[in-house]
């Protein structure tokens, strides 16, 4: 990520002082400072992108570890706070967040779990920066299954995204999520051979106004 002061921020999944991850910043001429340490507690293997709001606090997701070692959301100060917002369960909002979040145009964050939930099909969550998660839908099979990819914001002000099974052929899905309600729209289904299936890419909005 670059961020708003003209520095990199990012994340590794393994190393630090606990071989569980850190949080570093990179200056433009390759000066490299370590802001934070994944120690399990706080997190662990944290595999996606970081996001920054106005303030320059920066935002992101574990996929494993917190308090019940299911993946977290944190967020980071640019002097390296780190702070736990929420623990993933399993059961009740699902577990291994490996996405990145994104900022709707309510200021709320939102974000994907991979599996967890009775279904075992991940979740689409949104959070507030204080900590408020709000599980919007729940995968368990026809309406998909196992989100991969980030999700997009939609010039529309909407969300989009994809899950990598699931659906009426089972391989895979495009979805919205309409803000700021939080409703789901299940847009497609793969059918797997001539128009693909199992999608694991980010969406992009083209010039044509569409996906």
Known sequence: LLGRDGNYYATSPSGGQTTNGVLFRLTPNGLYTGLASF???NGASPTAGLVQDLNGVLYGTAYSGGAAGRGTVFKCTPAGGLTTLFSFDATSYGSHPQ???????DGKLYGTTYDGTPA???????????????NLVSFAGNNGYNPYADLAL???GNLYGTTEAGGANS??????I???SGAFTSLASFGGGANGEKPEGRLTWGNDGNL
């Open 154 to 156: 939609g010039a529309d």
């Open 171 to 176: 391989n895979g899905t495009i979805f919205k």
């Open 178 to 180: 309409s803000l700021p």
């Open 120 to 134: 075992d099909g991940g979740t689409v969550f949104r959070i507030d920066t204080n900590g408020t998660l709000t």
């Open 39 to 41: 120690n399990e507690t």
């Open 99 to 105: 996405s990145k979040l994104v900022f709707g145009n």
